[in-house]
């Protein structure tokens, strides 16, 4: 891009024209002055920018941990010079944060900039961000548009229906950046400011009513997706995947949709993830959950979960999820156990060996739901399978080998061992229905064996008598 000005001084600072990638000559016409920049990555037309004012200039520079070297490059009003140096000091922090959630910055041969603009409001357009503001109370925003260098511009959004990946991504990027900042409190309390109640798919129906692509939806709920997809897999595969996603070949300066993202995460985890992709981007709402549980005198403690959105407001009947439940006993601990959840009134059984004085559904909210302790929800214990049903292990207590069954067939599962505080000891994948597995290098105690299937997982605690 070559532009063109008049040689003007204003205010005592010289009018310069600024543009994405870098600027590589200014040539002197007399009355006027030509700016040259260059930009040599693909590009989609809404990134392209221009910038025409008398604005005072400051650089720094980015030294990444894996040898990448670039130009900080910010232009601003010379009003805002001193709030704006203070409010930049962290981005080469934030770009190395990022560059190791999501792969190296993009653009690294060039540069990342901002440039000031006059008007409410910021927009990631590709190398050069133009932001109204680059205090440190907006370093939240600074942080969202460089994220979009990723999520946005390195990888568009294949058209406007997909466009939750751009914003929900970059709005989940500040989440992971406050839980680099402030660690698990900072990233739940910035996911709290992104639950979304109303109505309308993620999924943009009208994709040509150019004014109203960017509604609140896209921003907060495309961010709430990412953190219920992590909730689904865990970090280890969402990170696995997230990093799958940014840097593939097929995507990066190229474009993307929701289905390619969806097929990063089934190949990363080896699960069918159309069930959530159905739900949270291609359909409306969240789930409304009831719950109520009793134990019995053996202390078995037995759940019943009832989504009441269909009876409430005439919503999808079911959403299916993985929900957290936090358990305290009277001793005071407490464990955390995970059931899935996929039909509108289902029932969960847990053997417990201590009395049980509390349970909290999903206390970290990794869905987007409304849920409340309903006594009037019917819960007894001859109607219901317990969970542990799922799979039977004989002998427990046991000497040296347990012998696993499930009770429907899969074509392969997970067995791990775990410790009486849930360390891992030893994980493998079975194919048959029936194993016999040897304890003897084991001292007794009490043990936890985690069998995960397609969809399902059950923990049940075994005990090892003998050493
Ligand atoms: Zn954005």
Redesign the pocket.
């Known amino acids: 891009m070559d532009i063109t000005i008049p040689d003007t001084v204003i205010m005592g600072n010289e009018v310069i024209a600024v543009s994405n990638g870098l600027l590589v000559n200014t040539i002197d016409n007399g009355d006027t002055k030509t700016f040259q920049w260059r930009h040599r990555y693909p590009i989609v037309t809404y990134y392209v920018m221009a910038a025409v004012s008398n604005f005072v200039h400051f650089q720094d520079m980015f030294n990444g941990t894996s040898g990448e070297s670039f130009p900080l490059d910010y232009y601003v009003f010379e009003d805002d010079l001193g709030i704006s140096q203070q409010g930049v000091v962290d981005m080469p922090e934030a770009i190395q944060f990022y560059s190791d959630v999501f792969g190296l910055y993009p653009f690294r041969n060039e540069k990342y900039g901002m440039t000031q603009l006059g008007f409410y409001g ?3 357009n590709q190398t050069n961000t133009i932001t109204n503001n680059m205090s440190p109370s907006w370093f939240d925003v600074s942080v ?2 460089l994220a ?1 260098m990723w999520f ?1 511009d390195m990888i568009t959004c294949a058209d406007w229906h997909h466009g939750w990946l ?2 929900g991504f ?2 989940y990027a500040e989440a992971l950046w406050a839980e680099h900042e402030n660690g698990p409190n900072g990233y739940f309390n910035n996911m709290a400011g992104n639950e979304y109640w109303q109505g309308g798919t993620l999924y943009l129906q009208n994709a040509q009513d150019t004014f109203n692509i ?1 509604q609140s939806i896209i ?1 907060s709920k495309g961010a709430y997706v990412l953190h219920m997809l992590r909730g689904v897999l865990g970090d280890e595969m969402f990170f696995e995947g997230v990093l799958d996603y940014a840097q593939n070949p097929e995507f990066i300066y190229k474009n993307a949709s929701t289905e390619d993202l969806q097929n990063v995460f089934e190949t990363v985890s080896g699960m069918e993830l159309e069930f959530f992709f159905d739900q949270w981007v291609f359909d409306e709402y969240f789930p409304i959950y009831r719950y109520n549980y009793a134990q019995n005198s053996g202390n078995s403690l037995y759940m019943t979960i009832y989504q009441a959105q269909e009876e409430l407001y005439n919503r999808r009947p079911v959403f299916e999820m993985p929900v957290r439940l936090l358990i305290h006993f009277q001793d005071g601990s407490d464990t955390l156990v995970t059931v899935w959840n996929d039909q509108q009134t289902q029932s969960f059984g847990f053997d417990f060996e201590m009395q049980v004085t509390g349970l909290e559904f999903d206390p970290e909210k990794w869905i987007l739901r409304q849920a409340q302790f309903d006594p009037g929800i019917q819960v007894g214990e001859n109607e219901l399978i317990p969970i542990t049903k799922a799979v039977t292990i004989y002998p427990n207590p046991t000497g040296n080998f347990i012998e696993l069954t499930l009770n429907r067939p899969t074509e392969s599962w997970q067995f791990e061992l775990m410790g009486v505080n849930g360390e891992l000891i030893e994980t493998q994948v079975y194919k048959k229905q029936s194993v016999k597995i040897d304890l003897s290098r084991f001292p007794g105690g009490l043990y936890f064996v985690k069998v995960i299937t397609d969809h399902q997982f059950t923990i049940v605690k075994i005990v090892k008598t003998s050493d």
Do not use: K, S
């Open positions: 910021a927009i990631e969202h548009e979009h946005g751009n914003e970059a709005t960017f921003y």
